[in-house]
């Protein structure tokens, strides 16, 4: 096995990490912002395969990332489900909402995603004939509770009330929601594996406001089941759990989910994920990404801080979220130099 992403995630310990960055086909980068005004808008972008597989290619092409990931997005699965899904200029997503049985009864089944979902696959296998021999490619899904939050609020919320509220108010209907997404993200992800995807990656975003039971309810076990799953049916295939925010229930995440490789947001030391994380498997992450924004010496400092913690075991560098559109492309040149040059 030659490719470096595969080597960690398999368990090696590395002398120099592989990296990738999360969101790095984005808007900080100009031939994105090109790409994306040539598609219209965002969603076309992500149903023109050309298109969304050339947004992937653009960051390899600049840095050599040891991953690619598929440009798509989490919230195309509840558009595949049979929710309505538009993009909000400057605001950001918005669907409809989910508040009670009729919502969920009008949903499609979990093996009638395809149609709408193939220009996805279409865009992994664009990929897979033309990415460089040394490169990962990355598929994804949003895990079922970050799913469940856009579904039942239809947008982004700060604290993700109405799913909690819902889960309270109406368990039946929350908890059959939770079993489609997860049966549902188990169909994707394996067609994404099928058409060339070499490892997947659960993003469950807002895992943090999950606690103690909810959060082995809602976060671990349906992680589980997904990562179960895969596995048998494509044995060997490395998945990457980020159960962001999580704190101190990442502690036994990867054990107890099956997750090869368990990513960390940046409030947590990397230090402390050395000692009480990386004996149970790889670790990404998890440089802050307020430093591809403002650089210089402290995103150096940081940066060598995060390699020289995590050095001991398997580790894959990130970001611990997403770069920002404010961004400074210069930066992230200098973060790949730091790593690979020490
Ligand atoms: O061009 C634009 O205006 C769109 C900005 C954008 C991009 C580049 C969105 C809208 N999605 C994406 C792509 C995307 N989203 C990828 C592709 C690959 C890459 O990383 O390069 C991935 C993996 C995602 C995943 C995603 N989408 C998550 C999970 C990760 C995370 O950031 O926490 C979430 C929560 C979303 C929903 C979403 N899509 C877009 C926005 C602005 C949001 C967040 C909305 C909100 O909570 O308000």
Redesign the pocket.
């Known amino acids: 096995m030659t490719k470096t992403l595969l080597r960690a995630l398999a368990g090696e310990t590395l002398p120099t990490p592989p990296i990738w960055m ?6 900080y980068l100009p031939e994105y912002r090109a790409t ?1 005004a040539k598609a219209g808008d ?1 969603l076309s972008l992500c149903y023109t395969p050309d298109l969304a597989a050339e947004v992937t290619l653009q960051p390899i092409r600049r840095y050599g990332f040891d991953g690619a ?1 598929l ?5 195309l699965l509840p558009q595949a489900l049979g929710a309505d899904l538009w993009f909000v200029t400057g605001e ?2 918005r669907l409809s909402t989910l508040t009670g049985p009729e919502g969920l009864g009008a949903l499609k089944g979990k093996d009638d995603i395809h149609d709408h979902l193939a220009p996805v696959y279409e865009t992994v296998r664009i990929l897979s004939g033309e990415l460089p021999a040394d490169t990962t490619l990355i598929g ?1 899904a ?1 895990a079922p509770w ?1 799913v469940a939050t856009y579904m039942i609020a239809g ?2 919320t700060p604290d993700q009330g109405p799913a909690h509220a819902l889960r309270q108010s109406d368990p039946a209907t929350f908890d059959a929601l939770m079993a489609l997404i997860t049966e549902a993200t188990i169909e994707y992800l394996s067609l994404q594996v099928q058409a060339g995807a070499e490892v997947v990656k659960i ?1 469950d ?1 807002w895992a943090g406001s999950l606690k103690d039971e909810a959060f082995t309810t809602y976060a671990l076990k349906p992680a589980r089941r997904i990562v179960s799953e895969l596995k048998r049916r494509h044995p060997g295939l490395p998945v990457i759990a980020f159960p ?1 925010q999580a704190g101190d229930a990442y502690v036994g995440f990867a054990k107890a989910t099956g997750a090869d490789c368990l990513a960390i947001d940046n409030s947590v030391s990397p230090d402390w994920a050395a000692r009480t994380l990386q004996p149970d498997s790889c670790i990404q992450g998890n440089l802050d990404p307020r430093h591809m924004v403002t650089g210089g010496q402290p995103l150096i400092d940081e940066t060598r801080q995060i390699v020289q913690a995590l050095k001991a075991g398997p580790h894959v560098f990130n970001l611990g ?2 770069i920002t559109p404010d961004a400074d492309p210069d930066n992230v040149q200098v973060m790949i130099d730091t790593v690979r040059g020490g």
């Open positions: 999360m969101r790095q086909a984005g808007r994306r965002f990931i440009f798509a997005d989490i919230l950001g997503p994804f949003g970050t947008r982004g993003f975003s962001r979220h997403g």
